[in-house]
């Protein structure tokens, strides 16, 4: 098999960056699908930590492609940061990176738009919790056909005036939202910054889409890089507290331009607990200082943001509707280690709504709300030992919860890890065969 998604099988930050790193090694070309510098992907090597948000997580091994999907919504001051920082560390010398052409922009006024919707939004108890990163913005009007694409960058008179007709449309909703309209010196500076932007990236650009299929064709080893996580998709995650993309594993195949006869393998990622960020229904959330434990053990605090990560207990009606979503065979599961010296694990296991069982969540809203969890108990273990290269060097307590995840989830793992450096890993089983 050549070509494998990776895809979170959760509200995000379930350790994707790890696991692509790891990937990477077998693979060819990697590629991020969808959103945008709201993704925050965390690399630990040896003790040395790198962030991506928007540069593919196959980053660190040099040689390998590195493709920005035309579904993803960039940020381009956010992604000259980001090659500046990778080539601080010789990373990115050769021409590894290439952004689509048609992947849409972020400019500072959608940046705006969305930090005002939800500051509007918490006053009235209505904030999504958004990265305020401009990605609803920029998706709604990528949806309205008055979207900014990276080949815009290139072409001033295009961009100033699709620039000047977006401000048109946005004016009034930014007066609405109790922010003051940009003056025309303003939006100068913003035409000017993207387009000097523009210049810079331009040697990277091209056409994403034929470049992944070509190496495909090629037989070469081919590797998507998830962002969020599936209970977060547009269309099938916990909306309205969703972000604005594709997260599933069909999405890698919306903004690569790639069909889905290509792909081979689709693995997700959780945590062996759950968290979330920003507003939202969460079931097996744990409160107070049962939850602050969680956090602070798992360092749960946002790679984007900062943001306390909400904690909870593993829930597997969610898992089970992440597998479904994006059709897993199997799964990696991470942070095993941070639940450590707990005498005793809760893992959610169906709800219980209107008298009736579920095994899997509620669709709407309220009813995911007002759904309450069935948890099953079992033991914990003391400690795991970080050189666990194998699932018999596990204590058996926590042998035995892997399996109930993967006999309740009905997939097997083919990867956990047991802290956050590339080495701390066993692997069970290579998704590129
Ligand atoms: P992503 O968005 O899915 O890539 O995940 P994040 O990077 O936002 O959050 C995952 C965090 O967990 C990062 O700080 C990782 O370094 C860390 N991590 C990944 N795997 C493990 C693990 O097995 N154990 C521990 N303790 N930390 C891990
Ligand atoms: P990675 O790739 C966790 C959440 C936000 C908010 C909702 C909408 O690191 O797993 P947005 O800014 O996208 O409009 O916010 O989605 N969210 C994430 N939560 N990890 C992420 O990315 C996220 N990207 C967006 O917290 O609840
Ligand atoms: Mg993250």
């Known amino acids: 098999m050549s070509v494998v998604i990776v895809v979170g099988a959760q509200w995000g930050d379930e350790g994707k960056g790890k696991v692509v790193d790891l990937f990477t090694e077998r693979a060819d070309v990697v590629v991020r699908y969808g959103g945008g510098a709201n993704a925050g992907h965390t690399l630990v090597i040896e003790g040395k930590k790198l962030v991506t948000h928007l ?4 980053v660190l091994h040099p040689g390998k492609a590195c493709v920005l999907g035309d579904g993803m919504v960039i940020d381009p001051h956010a992604l000259l940061d980001e090659i500046a ?5 010789g990373l990115l010398q050769q021409n590894e990176l290439l952004i689509g052409l048609g992947a849409h922009v972020i400019l500072p006024y959608h940046k705006l738009v969305d930090g005002l919707r939800e500051d509007h939004g918490a006053k009235r108890g209505r904030a999504i919790g958004t990265t305020r990163r401009g990605i609803g913005p920029a998706y709604e009007m990528k949806a309205a056909r008055r979207g900014i694409r990276v080949r815009d960058l290139l072409r001033p008179e295009r961009l100033a005036a699709l620039v000047a007709s977006n401000l048109d449309d946005l004016a009034p909703v930014i007066q609405h939202l109790g922010g003051t309209a940009p ?14 932007a523009g210049e810079k990236l ?36 916990t909306y309205p507290y969703v972000t604005s993309s594709s997260t599933i594993a069909a999405g890698a195949c919306q903004s690569a331009g790639i ?36 956090r602070i053990a798992g360092g749960e605090f946002g790679a984007t943001t900062g943001r306390p990560r909400r904690c ?26 941070v639940l450590c010296g707990m005498p005793e694990i809760q893992v ?25 969890p069935i948890y099953a108990r079992q033991p914990g273990w003391g400690a795991l030992p970080s050189d666990a290269r194998d699932v018999s060097d596990l204590p058996a307590p926590a042998r035995a919860y892997v ?17 956050p450096d590339r080495t701390e890993t066993i692997r069970l089983h290579d998704p590129f065969v």
């Open 55 to 58: 540069v593919p997580s196959g």
């Open 259 to 294: 069909g889905p006869t290509m792909i081979d393998a689709v693995v997700g990622i959780t945590k062996a607990y759950a968290t979330r960020v920003g507003e939202g229904p969460f079931p097996t959330e744990l409160h107070g200082e049962a939850g602050d434990k969680l």
């Open 348 to 372: 959610c296991v169906a709800y219980k709504l209107d008298g009736k069982e579920l095994d899997e969540p509620p669709t709407d809203p309220e009813d995911l709300a007002r759904a309450t």
């Open 312 to 337: 909870g207990w593993l829930d597997l009606p969610a898992l089970r509707m992440g597998v479904r979503l994006s059709g897993m065979k199997s799964l990696a599961l991470t942070k095993l280690d």
């Open 202 to 237: 331009r040697k990277y650009t091209g056409d994403a889409g034929r470049h992944v299929d070509n190496a495909i064709k090629r037989g070469q080893h081919v590797l998507f890089e998830g962002a969020q996580g599936c209970l977060l998709d547009l269309d099938h995650g």
């Open 183 to 196: 003056s025309a010196q303003e939006i100068q500076g913003w035409i000017t910054d993207a387009l000097t």
């Open 85 to 89: 920082e990778c080539q601080a560390r």
């Open 403 to 419: 399996e109930t995840i993967e006999r309740m989830a009905g997939v097997p793992f083919c990867l956990i890890s047991v802290g």
